[in-house]
């Protein structure tokens, strides 16, 4: 008799993005040598987990004026419209396409699908793996959370975003590759009144 695979990760149902102990951040070259990192804090999003995980769907929305590298000036420049563009692109959005199990790491897969940034949508992959989970801390009665790891690359020309310009000494002000790395909690209630009553949103 064959052994029994026991099912980990979130129960087929509807889960919600948890922006609060989740890190959607970004590295990007700076000044040709330097290399800068941020986050972006406002987020919202739904995984509808299907019976078949395969099967499963993600959908995400990202606030762009939510960018936050640490620097108050900076986070203003790439607000502009030199950058992001936030007033008139207010939101990153990505919608999964497909999600494609890795047979070879333990509780990983690929997850394909479709990036909006800039008003430019291109296909995106990016490994994932499910890492734990855990109760709610505040309300662990209640709510309960599956963490996810998952990375990958992007191109700020394939969307149409600007990198700043040459530099008098060469290169430009941004580099083109920006590496994406997502640290998520997944729960199994909406999270938006305890995000109000926290004053995280409005």
């Known amino acids: 008799m064959s052994p029994t695979t026991e099912r980990v990760g979130p129960t087929p ?38 019976e078949d995980p395969a099967g499963s769907t993600v959908e995400v929305t990202v606030e762009t004026s939510s960018v936050n590298t640490g620097v108050a000036a900076r986070d203003a420049h790439l607000r502009s419209s030199d950058f992001l563009d936030s007033d008139t692109y207010p939101e990153l959005h990505f919608r999964s396409t497909a999600l494609v199990p890795n047979r070879r790491k333990e509780n990983a897969f690929t997850l394909h699908g479709e990036l909006t940034v800039h008003g430019t949508t ?3 992959s990016m490994p994932a793996q499910w890492v734990g989970e855990a109760p709610d801390l505040s309300s662990p009665d209640d709510i309960y959370g599956h963490f996810f790891s998952a990375n990958t690359q992007i191109s700020l020309s394939d969307f149409g975003v600007d990198d700043g310009g040459p530099l008098s000494w060469g290169g430009r002000l941004v580099g083109d590759t920006v590496d994406v790395v997502l640290e998520v909690r997944l729960q199994d209630t909406d999270p938006t009144d305890f995000l109000r009553e926290v004053g995280h949103i409005d």
């Not at 948890?18 to 987020?43: C, E, K, M, N, W």
């Open 13 to 50: 149902g509807t889960w919600h993005l948890d922006p609060l102990h989740s890190s959607l951040i970004f590295v990007a070259r700076y000044l040709s040598f330097g290399r800068v990192q941020g986050t972006f804090g406002q987020a919202r999003g739904t995984v509808e987990v299907a």
């Open 122 to 124: 291109r296909p995106v």
